[in-house]
């Protein structure tokens, strides 16, 4: 609406349509090469975009009808592709402007694969709120998604009284980087799992349990595409699977033993100056000191009590 009021103010037809930001339309391009039969699929649109104050970080999610592959024994399913994490502007309203050779925003849009019932004739829209969710995790705490990243999400994805209740990241099967004018960007795509394999995931590691659950077709196949009516986990579907994961905790061990950290640091140039009495004269102190943030920290913290998402674990190798 604020978009419309503002082609108002300016004096625009209502039937002038503004142009396709340039990230927004090199992503665009990216699924129109996967789906090239479906120009306009169904998309489910933040009301007021982020950059004008709205709550949803994602200004569009597209839905594709994707009709699977019968030989690699992938079902027909609804692909969900999100655009909003990487830099569809360019100007600066929501991400850092930066040259094309860094990652465009934080260098990665999100995607879901949901097994299409028979009966369906329209995209459950659900999947739109939980990769809004998973967003605003990325946006407020500055974090990245990786493929081998798991979140413990503790309820069924659909709210219903499905088995898939977590999450594991993996790249997408069809979509790979893209380069957009304002940098590249990879896909991301959500898997849900069960949490016997969110357990195998903490004890040994996210890729290797997705290897397992692109080899069973009942559980993802190799497009990882997610079954909600799924009732069975990868060891009791793959008696061998078990076995290959105890094996991988023996030999691997975890990889769940690195953090994630935003590092910052300032120069003082006066710091080694003599000071009036002959010592070293003592640094400026920040306006926005250590001790004041991790106050303003604490207090926030102890408002609220109510995380937006379940601690999302990171993969060793990323620092």
């Not at 990487?86 to 849009?109: A, K, Q």
């Not at 990243?149 to 594991?168: F, G, K, M, T």
Request: aromatic share 8%; hydrophobic share 35%.
């Amino acid at each position: 609406m604020a978009d419309i009021d503002r082609l108002q103010c300016r004096n625009i037809p209502m039937n002038f349509l503004p142009p396709t930001p340039p990230g927004l339309e090199a992503l665009y391009l990216a699924c129109r090469r996967i789906y090239p039969d479906q120009p306009n699929p169904l998309q489910v649109a933040a009301l007021v975009k982020y950059w004008l104050g709205g709550p949803d970080p994602l200004d569009y999610i597209s839905m594709y009808a994707n009709p699977g592959d019968v030989e690699l024994d992938i079902p027909p399913h609804w692909h969900y592709i999100s655009f909003g994490l990487s830099d569809l502007h360019g100007d600066g309203r929501v991400h850092e402007v930066t040259g094309p050779e860094t990652p465009s925003g934080f260098g990665f849009e999100l995607t879901f694969r949901l097994r299409r019932e028979a009966s369906e004739t329209a995209p459950p829209t659900w999947p739109a709120t939980l990769m809004q969710s998973l967003a605003k995790y990325v946006f407020q705490s500055g974090n990245t998604l990786c493929a081998g990243d798991h979140v413990s999400w503790h309820c069924a994805l659909d709210n219903s009284e499905s088995r898939i209740q977590h999450i594991l990241m993996a790249a997408d099967a069809q979509l790979t980087t893209t380069t957009t004018p304002f940098g590249p960007v990879s896909f991301v795509q959500v898997v849900g799992i069960c949490k016997e394999e969110l357990l195998a995931a903490q004890r040994w590691n996210g890729p290797g349990v997705l290897d397992i659950l692109k080899r069973l077709p009942v559980a993802g196949g190799a497009w990882l595409v997610t079954d909600m009516r799924r009732g069975e986990n990868i060891l009791e579907l793959d008696p061998a699977a078990q076995e290959e994961v105890d094996r991988g905790i023996e030999e691997d061990g975890s990889n769940l033993s690195g953090v994630s950290a935003r590092c910052s640091w300032s120069e003082f140039n006066q710091l080694f100056t003599p000071g009036e009495s002959g010592g070293l004269a003592t640094p400026p102190l920040s306006p926005h000191s250590d001790s004041e943030q991790i106050q303003a920290a604490l207090k926030k913290g102890s408002l609220n009590t109510r995380p937006v998402l379940p601690p999302i674990k990171g993969q060793a190798e990323r620092h």
